[in-house]
């Protein structure tokens, strides 16, 4: 039996957050969670406006954990649609799959122009298996994987502009964390491993997704799942309060005691044994009593996030693109979505929507939806012959103010610093994408937060 006098707050109600709550409150432990939004989901949820939902970005749960999976379709029942993965990339002139794949390289790229990578890319791995070296930074580690040829032509300009930051100014820990890996290294490594010659450098880039998987989605979009998590939680005696700012986080003897938060202009305060964080580490510190030290409080203001304006268009339109999403590499947004294509259900008929995805700063033209950011993105819809300007009925601008992370030039140490003030808190955890500064996908941040409710559980000997 679980100790249900102690009480949990948890601080953030996206997918992780809700996830922890969701296995608290069904091992019976009373649970508090605290949504700064008016929608549980966080950054991976969708806002209706007029009669059409808009996700924020491209959200849909993948399979790959079976257990909370099976848990996500129990609760879902028949609102769970399954669609087949198909992303692809606009790269030299056509579309491929994405993550780009060794079979799309070669027919993509002119013979001798292939020839001239393909050496770039075998160079840089029999370098590093005979010499292994360690990158500086992640521009050499993208050279170290893929050669300089290909690292020039495929990811230098694009990294650049996606990231407003030069790849030599980005950690390298950004490759082993962010960067799918393309499958021609696999290829080349998989050949040179059969003559004796092992990569010995350890740097990998991520696993890409595979090349046919089944993903799912609902009719109402990305909001469904989150929902449907706080139902749950709800009614399993746990509380998921909407609207909640979190204003203070009070420490006492080296523990955190109470959470206050404004809602409706007042000021509430819940009492906590133990808590978990899924807020930003920097927002986090920010608003302990008392404060943490100086050096610890500017290790956390070195923590950065790259902001996302997502533009959310209704378009007269049956179809637009041809696939789930497609990323681009050269126009003024990163990546464009058709939900419809995945079962989103769009009014009126005959029409569509479009996910349109934007990296910005906040304040700048992207993130303000000026006139000259939408002129730029209806024309590099038409320029890519996804819809013409006359065929955008309605825009709709959202935010994401901690979009991704940053792992600018040497950010580790100070997020090591602030990882340990956490840890030297007894009650308190950080987690998922926000509170843990990682790029994890829907199922790998609901781990992260049934992890964190394990050790709650532990901790309370339940």
């Known amino acids: 039996m679980a100790a249900t006098n102690q009480h949990v707050v948890i601080l953030g109600g996206g997918v992780c957050g809700l996830y922890a709550a969701r296995v608290l409150s069904r091992a019976g432990v009373k649970v508090t969670v605290l949504e700064k939004g008016s929608l549980p989901g966080g950054l991976a949820t969708s806002h209706k406006r007029g009669e059409n939902y808009y996700d924020l970005g491209c959200h849909m749960l993948h399979e790959f954990d079976k257990e909370i999976y099976e848990d996500i379709m129990d609760l879902m029942g028949s609102e769970s649609i399954p669609v087949a993965l198909d992303a692809k990339i606009r790269w030299a002139g056509s579309f491929y799959r994405y993550p780009l794949q060794f079979q799309d390289m070669i027919k993509g790229i002119p013979l001798p122009i292939l020839v001239f990578y393909t050496l770039g890319l075998f160079w840089a791995q029999f370098r590093k298996s005979v010499v292994p070296w360690i990158p500086r930074n992640a521009e050499e580690a993208l050279k170290q994987l893929y050669g300089t040829p290909l690292y020039k032509f495929f990811f230098k300009d694009f990294t650049h502009r996606y990231w407003g930051i030069h790849p030599r100014e980005l950690s390298a820990t950004f490759i082993t964390t962010?960067?799918?890996?393309?499958?021609?290294?696999?290829?080349i490594k998989k050949a040179m491993g059969k003559v004796g010659m092992k990569d010995k450098s350890g740097v990998q880039a991520v696993d890409s997704a595979l090349h046919e998987e089944t993903l799912h989605y609902s009719r109402t979009g990305a909001e469904a799942m989150p929902r449907f998590i706080a139902r749950a939680v709800e009614e399993a005696g746990g509380k998921v309060i909407l609207d909640a700012d979190v204003s203070r986080v009070e420490e006492e003897g080296g523990r955190i005691t109470k959470v206050h938060y404004l809602k409706d202009g007042q000021d509430h305060v819940v009492a906590c044994d133990e808590c978990i964080s899924t807020i930003p580490l920097p927002w986090l510190l920010?608003?302990?009593e008392p404060?943490?030290?100086?050096?610890?409080?500017e290790a956390a203001r070195q923590l950065r996030f790259k902001p996302i304006a997502i533009y959310g268009l209704l378009v007269k339109k049956e179809k637009c693109i041809d696939g789930l999403y497609i990323y681009y590499r050269d126009r003024i947004f990163h990546r464009v979505g058709e939900p419809k294509n995945a079962g989103l259900v769009v009014k009126p008929e005959g029409h569509t929507t479009l996910i349109?995805?934007?990296?910005?700063?906040?304040?700048d033209f992207k993130w303000n939806g000026s006139d000259e950011a939408k002129q730029r993105i209806y024309e590099d819809l038409e320029k890519e012959g996804i819809c013409k300007r006359d065929?955008?009925?309605e825009t709709h601008l959202m935010h994401g103010e901690t979009g991704y992370p940053v792992f600018a030039l040497g950010f580790e140490p100070h997020f090591e610093k602030v990882m340990n003030w956490v840890k030297n808190m007894p009650n308190l955890q950080s987690t998922g994408r926000n509170g843990g500064f990682k790029y994890p996908n829907m199922h790998a941040a609901m781990r992260m937060g049934a992890t964190a409710a394990q050790t709650v559980l532990k901790r309370l000997g339940a």
């Open 178 to 187: 962010k960067m799918p890996r393309l499958s021609a290294v696999d290829v």
């Open 356 to 363: 349109v995805e934007t990296t910005c700063e906040i304040g």
């Open 291 to 297: 404060a943490p030290a100086s050096e610890v409080l």
């Open 391 to 393: 065929d955008v009925i």
């Open 286 to 288: 920010q608003k302990v």
